[in-house]
């Protein structure tokens, strides 16, 4: 009986915590949409956001986390970019979506950062419990997508109501995760092929997608960490997970070649290096030489402010869906180095952290930089890519698997002490 209650115990736990509440809040926009939760009478990544904030609470009143000082050198210089957009705000010639902008830059977006900086990097059971349920939920949105074509054959496919692009870039993750665990954690054969279904079932929905972005990027970040699996993790040296990965990949480029001329996702590919380039390539090409031009005329250095870019375009589109561009134009090159700066401390500490320790945790959150990344370089804007804040800020878990001294109030008084009394001592000393 005792056993039961602690098993309980620990599965209420695991489902009430903050990397299970905040997982649903950062996803959200892939299943809010859905006509089931249509009931909900309120905005459910604000509910999400407001409930997984007062965790973050409890765990801090708590003392259950223990900041290191690079996640918090990583938060700071993130404040400076986040001051510096909100000061662009002084001269940007937007004056509508400039509000909604501002808004969930300071806040939800920001929030995706600090709380995987903070709380989920903090450790590899929050780390695996956040990549748990990040991979439920992609596996469920494959799903989604698959059931449909199975039942009707091949149609357009909208998951939960919404745009392909969010539920793309949720199955690819899932993906990476998938393949992270297969070729550099997979302990065993059995677990290797349940890995090895998986990413077959979530690579089966992202093709069944329209998302050229999503399944790009998914296959790029996937052959990086195949490459950079054979010498981190001698994987020639490893059947147990060489064998099953292979068959995925052959089955995979098997699928795709039997199957590309009645996938639409192919089509759009096809229709990208053609001659006569379908109108969202088009789009895309004019306006990132939009972009190029328009920060080249002016205001180079400090930008045209946040938002701007929908004035500045007559409104045809309110972002140029490359986020670098957006930060050149809105932002300037301040800006952009700004942004630059948290994002290259993260890395540092990232593969600082692998370097030392061997983590394999080390390894995902580098691709899911990656993954998160590449996908901003061609949809959205800086808060419809909230996933590539909450992957800077998972960047921190080097410093924590380093096991550094954490940084509380009473080292920062001990510390302030010391360095007071060496002045006060240097200042005593001199004639």
């Given at each position: 009986?005792?056993?039961?209650?602690?098993?309980?115990?620990?599965?209420?736990?695991?489902?009430?915590?903050?990397?299970?509440?905040?997982?649903?809040?950062?996803?959200?926009g892939?299943?809010?949409?859905?006509?089931?939760?249509?009931?909900?009478?309120?905005?459910?990544?604000?509910?999400?956001?407001?409930v997984?904030?007062?965790?973050?609470?409890?765990l801090?009143?708590?003392?259950?986390?223990?900041?290191?000082?690079?996640?918090?050198?990583?938060?700071?210089?993130?404040?400076?970019f986040?001051?510096?957009?909100?000061?662009?705000?002084?001269?940007?010639?937007?004056?509508l979506?400039?509000?909604?902008?501002?808004?969930?830059?300071?806040?939800?977006?920001?929030?995706?950062?600090?709380?995987?900086?903070?709380?989920?990097?903090?450790?590899?059971?929050?780390?695996?419990?956040?990549?748990?349920?990040?991979?439920?939920?992609?596996?469920?949105?494959?799903?989604?997508?698959?059931?449909?074509?199975?039942?009707?054959?091949p149609?357009?496919?909208?998951?939960?109501?919404?745009t392909?692009?969010?539920?793309?870039?949720?199955?690819?993750?899932?993906?990476?995760?998938?393949?992270?665990?297969?070729?550099?954690?997979s302990?065993?054969?059995?677990?290797?092929?349940?890995?090895?279904?998986?990413l077959?079932?979530?690579?089966?929905?992202?093709?069944?997608?329209?998302?050229?972005?999503?399944?790009?990027?998914?296959?790029?970040?996937?052959?990086?960490?195949?490459?950079?699996?054979?010498?981190?993790?001698s994987l020639?040296?490893?059947?147990?997970?060489l064998?099953?990965?292979?068959?995925?990949?052959?089955?995979?480029?098997?699928?795709?070649v039997?199957?590309?001329?009645?996938?639409?996702?192919?089509?759009?590919?096809?229709?990208?290096?053609?001659?006569?380039?379908?109108?969202?390539?088009?789009?895309?090409?004019?306006?990132?030489?939009?972009?190029?031009?328009?920060?080249l005329?002016?205001?180079?250095?400090?930008?045209?402010?946040?938002?701007?870019?929908?004035?500045?375009?007559?409104?045809?589109?309110?972002?140029?869906?490359?986020?670098?561009?957006?930060?050149?134009?809105?932002?300037?090159?301040?800006?952009?180095l700004?942004?630059?700066?948290?994002?290259?401390?993260?890395l540092?500490?990232?593969?600082?952290?692998?370097?030392?320790?061997?983590?394999?945790?080390?390894?995902?959150?580098l691709?899911?930089?990656?993954?998160?990344?590449?996908?901003?370089?061609?949809?959205?804007?800086?808060?419809?890519?909230r996933?590539?804040?909450?992957?800077?800020?998972?960047?921190?878990?080097?410093a924590?698997?380093?096991?550094?001294?954490?940084?509380?109030?009473?080292?920062?008084?001990?510390?302030?002490?010391?360095?007071?009394?060496?002045?006060?001592?240097?200042?005593?000393?001199?004639?």
């Open positions: 009986m005792s056993s039961l209650r602690h098993r309980l115990r620990r599965v209420s736990g695991h489902l009430v915590s903050f990397e299970v509440v905040f997982a649903l809040f950062l996803f959200s892939v299943y809010k949409a859905s006509p089931r939760l249509a009931w909900v009478p309120v905005d459910l990544t604000a509910i999400l956001a407001v997984s904030l007062l965790l973050a609470v409890g801090l009143v708590g003392g259950r986390i223990e900041p290191r000082v690079g996640p918090l050198v990583l938060v700071g210089l993130f404040g400076c986040l001051a510096y957009a909100l000061l662009t705000v002084l001269w940007t010639p937007s004056e979506y400039v509000r909604e902008k501002t808004f969930r830059l300071a806040s939800v977006t920001t929030f995706s950062l600090l709380g995987c900086a903070l709380v989920v990097a903090q450790n590899r059971v929050r780390l695996h419990r956040f990549l748990a349920v990040s991979l439920a939920l992609a596996l469920v949105t494959a799903a989604a997508t698959i059931y449909p074509v199975a039942l009707y054959g149609i357009p496919v909208r998951p939960f109501g919404t392909y692009l969010t539920p793309g870039r949720m199955i690819g993750l899932g993906a990476v995760v998938v393949a992270w665990y297969l070729l550099f954690v302990p065993s054969l059995a677990r290797s092929a349940l890995a090895a279904s998986s077959c079932v979530l690579g089966a929905g992202l093709a069944l997608l329209d998302g050229r972005g999503p399944l790009a990027a998914t296959v790029l970040t996937i052959g990086l960490l195949g490459i950079a699996a054979f010498p981190l993790a020639h040296r490893r059947p147990t997970r064998g099953p990965g292979l068959l995925a990949g052959v089955g995979g480029v098997a699928v795709a039997l199957y590309a001329d009645s996938l639409r996702v192919a089509e759009k590919f096809r229709e990208t290096v053609s001659d006569d380039p379908d109108p969202a390539t088009t789009g895309r090409l004019e306006n990132w030489a939009f972009a190029l031009e328009t920060w005329s002016g205001r180079t250095l400090t930008g045209h402010g946040l938002a701007s870019w929908g004035p500045l375009n007559d409104e045809v589109v309110r972002w140029p869906h490359n986020v670098v561009l957006e930060l050149l134009v809105e932002l300037g090159v301040v800006g952009l700004l942004f630059g700066l948290p994002v290259l401390l993260g540092a500490l990232a593969v600082s952290g692998y370097r030392e320790t061997r983590e394999p945790g080390c390894v995902v959150v691709a899911l930089f990656v993954y998160t990344f590449l996908n901003a370089q061609v949809t959205g804007d800086l808060n419809e890519n996933f590539l804040f909450a992957a800077i800020g998972l960047l921190c878990y080097g924590y698997v380093r096991r550094s001294e954490p940084v509380t109030v009473g080292r920062l008084v001990d510390r302030s002490r010391r360095l007071l009394g060496r002045l006060t001592g240097r200042a005593g000393r001199r004639p």
